[in-house]
């Protein structure tokens, strides 16, 4: 059974008259990769430097480890910090940057050469070890961050967006990069972005604030097939949504009034007959052919190629637009203006009260 290292208990936060954060809380377990996701400016990067200790917060606790630390500065937490600009010693080799938290803390010379070549060894950077910040790629100046941050062994590392400045394919790469550090390490990870790919790709588990609000906690899983509410749903992926009426509640299944027809939901989400809801899928779900129920008929008004994905546009005479992903080669045949019927499983349509 997992444990339980860091809680952050009712956390509030003001700045002036603007609330930042409002009454947060989560846990965090030994060992996973704890995601802090949401849009630019609801809070998530206050959160974290209340966490780092570089922040108090107007109400509520911290522990870590079983120990109250709110009131602890930073440098007596034991907590490790990624910045988003990297922050290195220009003046300071690979080797110097990495040692230099352990020279800070008066490590023996054998304690500060075993623990920087050990670190180095795993971010496969002792081959560059006496090279300045400004003769490495971004990539490599991302890694000694790391390899700084990991060589005083924190019970916790924080990342701040750390990939942003990376073009699309470095990020792809540092992604990997991460989660095999991560892995060989086995070191606890809080990390803040607004990228919701690096969630999904890299987390155990995510909470999606917005706001100064934590909307929902969850597995990318939840998150993805599961959303609390709309903004969730269109946060994290993309999501078609449909109005709809409730007009029958049976024991497995409600049944529903669209403008593309009638429609079944075996998840009720605690609905009643009459009530006015939004109803939602993944443009994963359809299939392209028409089922025993939920089938909606529209034209194609745009195929766009993605690589692997296939995403097509449909329109449907009700003035309905959608988006249906395929894998690329299921598209063979099909053009722009082709008329196509698809069906949705009853399981798979989300409901969202109002």
């Known amino acids: 059974m997992s444990k339980t290292i860091l809680v952050c208990e009712n956390i509030w936060k003001s700045f002036g008259s603007t ?15 704890f995601f802090l996701l949401g849009p630019s400016g609801c809070g998530k990067t206050t959160l974290l430097r209340i966490l780092s200790g570089f922040c108090e917060p107007d109400k509520g606790k911290i522990i870590l480890d079983g120990k109250d630390i709110t009131d602890l500065s930073a440098n007596k937490r034991n907590i490790g910090m990624v ?7 220009p003046h300071m080799n690979v080797w110097e940057n990495v040692a230099y938290g352990l020279k800070v803390r008066k490590a023996s010379g054998k304690n500060i050469q075993e623990s920087v070549e050990k670190i180095l060894n795993i971010t496969q950077l002792l081959s560059h070890k006496d090279k300045f910040p400004n003769q490495l790629s971004g990539g490599q100046q991302q890694r000694v961050a790391l390899s700084r941050a990991l060589v005083t062994e924190p019970k916790i590392l924080l990342l701040d967006e750390p990939l942003s400045n990376l073009d699309a394919k470095l990020r792809d790469q540092m992604r990997e990069e991460i989660k095999k550090i991560q892995k060989a390490i086995g070191i606890t990870m809080i990390y803040v972005t607004h990228d919701q790919k690096e969630a999904l790709t890299l987390g155990n588990r995510i909470a999606v604030i917005d706001n100064g609000e934590i ?4 597995t990318p899983f ?71 129920v939920n089938n909606i008929t529209g034209k194609i008004s745009e195929i766009e190629y993605g690589g692997e994905i296939v995403k097509l546009k449909i ?14 080669g299921k598209e063979k045949g099909l053009k722009r203006a082709d008329t196509i019927t698809f069906s949705i499983s009853s399981s798979d349509i989300v409901i969202f009260k109002k």
């Open 19 to 33: 609330e930042v954060l409002k009454n947060i809380n989560f846990e965090v377990q030994e060992g996973e990769i």
């Open 83 to 89: 910045f988003q600009n990297y922050a290195l010693w």
């Open 215 to 218: 909307i929902q906690t969850g």
């Open 222 to 292: 939840n998150l993805y097939f599961e959303p609390k509410n709309r903004f969730v749903a269109s946060f994290i992926g993309t999501m078609n949504f449909l109005k709809a009426k409730v007009t029958d509640v049976k024991n497995d299944s409600i049944e529903l009034d669209t403008s593309e027809g009638k429609m079944l939901s075996s998840k009720k989400e605690g609905v009643k007959k009459g009530d006015e809801i939004e109803i939602g899928f993944r443009p994963e779900i359809p299939v392209i052919k028409e089922g025993n």
């Open 315 to 328: 329109n449907t005479t009700k003035n309905n637009s959608f988006i249906v992903n395929i894998l690329a």
